[in-house]
């Protein structure tokens, strides 16, 4: 399993932009896909984006598509959630995970990180 530590959330204003990033320990980054995902009070998680091991393959919930942006850095060990137009509705606790393939189903994911808070203000 690899660990996985979130950055970079914070308040913003309805419109504004953030940048998360998810750092991870080990060698072994570069085998999994990397997802973000999210989950709002007092509703359940939901998938926001995910990455293939390489870069080459992106998906996005249609909510974040053509607003947010996944990408990667092996060498660094990071993955990256660039978050534009933001909305009040984007207003949750961000996760990132890794698992063994590209899916959208949160449970397939094996390792998690402790969550970043996003908060958007209208």
């Known amino acids: 399993q690899v660990q996985l530590v979130e950055s970079g959330g914070g308040l913003v204003q309805a419109g504004g932009s953030l940048r998360l990033s998810c750092a991870a320990s080990g060698r072994t980054f570069s085998t999994y896909v990397m997802g973000w995902f999210r989950q709002a009070s007092g509703k359940e998680r939901e998938f926001v984006a995910y990455?293939?091991?390489?870069?080459?393959?992106?998906y996005y919930a249609d909510s974040v598509k053509g607003r947010f942006t996944i990408s990667r850095d092996n060498a660094k060990n990071t993955v990256y959630l660039q978050m534009n137009s933001l909305k009040p509705e984007d207003t949750a606790v961000y996760y990132c995970a890794a698992g063994p393939v590209l899916t959208i189903r949160g449970e397939s994911f094996g390792s998690w990180g402790q969550g970043t808070q996003v908060s958007v203000s209208s």
């Open positions: 990455i293939s091991q390489s870069g080459a393959m992106r």
